[in-house]
T-cell receptor, first 115, second 114 residues
Framework: DTGVSQNPRHKITKRGQNVTFRCDPISEHNRLYWYRQTLGQGPEFLTYFQNEAQLEKSRLLSDRFSAERPKGSFSTLEIQRTEQGDSAMYLC?????????????FGPGTRLTVT | GNSVTQMEGPVTLSEEAFLTINCTYTATGYPSLFWYVQYPGEGLQLLLKATKADDKGSNKGFEATYRKETTSFHLEKGSVQVSDSAVYFCALMNYGGSQGNLIFGKGTKLSVKP
């Protein structure tokens, strides 16, 4: 069990560019979550996968955001035409749906800075 | 809707002082409650949890009791250490409509001085 990993850890991009982040969950965890955390705030839910199916999306997830989990393992989060308001820490978490409490384990996050 | 309110920080304590970080929640149904901790430069770590009323979660000397009558889940520790300096987040998970995503408070930064 190597924990949840995220890449890159930091990303600086210019406004209008597209960016993609990757999350590798704990192996055999069937649930994967994306959250966004801005300075001084708690994480806010963006979207959730069970295996390869995207089951829920927050209203925070505008149409510039897209997430995939093509084989039910790793996931990618893409932001198109980035805006300065997209600057935040993007967190990934995974959990096993087979234990009753769906305890979520978080990765270290990807810090996005849009200039 | 579901929400979590926790006391604003920063909280500054001397080593061995008693810690309380207040957390209250609003939720339909019967949520599960969590405390997560974020140490400087690290990711969120689950500190403790409680799944039903009157449950007490505990870990590393920290405790919190799920109080349904007051909709609270206050975090306590009898004697803090410098190594407890971190940001603490209270969170709830409500299975009713959201498939289990966490709803977090804004976090409380704790600084412990030697």
């Amino acid at each position: 069990d190597t924990g949840v990993s995220q890449n890159p850890r930091h990303k600086i991009t210019k406004r209008g560019q597209n960016v993609t982040f990757r999350c590798d969950p704990i192996s055999e965890h069937n649930r994967l979550y994306w959250y966004r955390q801005t300075l001084g705030q708690g994480p806010e839910f963006l979207t959730y996968f069970q295996n390869e199916a995207q089951l829920e999306k927050s209203r925070l997830l505008s149409d510039r955001f897209s997430a995939e989990r093509p084989k039910g393992s790793f996931s990618t989060l893409e932001i198109q035409r980035t805006e300065q308001g997209d600057s935040a820490m993007y967190l990934c978490a995974s959990s096993s749906g087979w234990t009753g409490i769906f305890e979520q384990y978080f990765g270290p996050g990807t810090r996005l800075t849009v200039t | 809707g579901n929400s979590v309110t926790q006391m604003e920080g920063p909280v500054t304590l001397s080593e061995e002082a008693f810690l309380t970080i207040n957390c209250t929640y609003t939720a339909t149904g019967y949520p599960s409650l969590f405390w997560y901790v974020q140490y400087p430069g690290e990711g969120l770590q689950l500190l403790l949890k409680a799944t039903k009323a009157d449950d007490k979660g505990s870990n590393k000397g920290f405790e919190a009791t799920y109080r349904k009558e007051t909709t609270s889940f206050h975090l306590e520790k009898g004697s803090v250490q410098v190594s407890d300096s971190a940001v603490y987040f209270c969170a709830l998970m409500n299975y009713g409509g959201s498939q289990g995503n966490l709803i977090f408070g804004k976090g409380t930064k704790l600084s412990v001085k030697p």
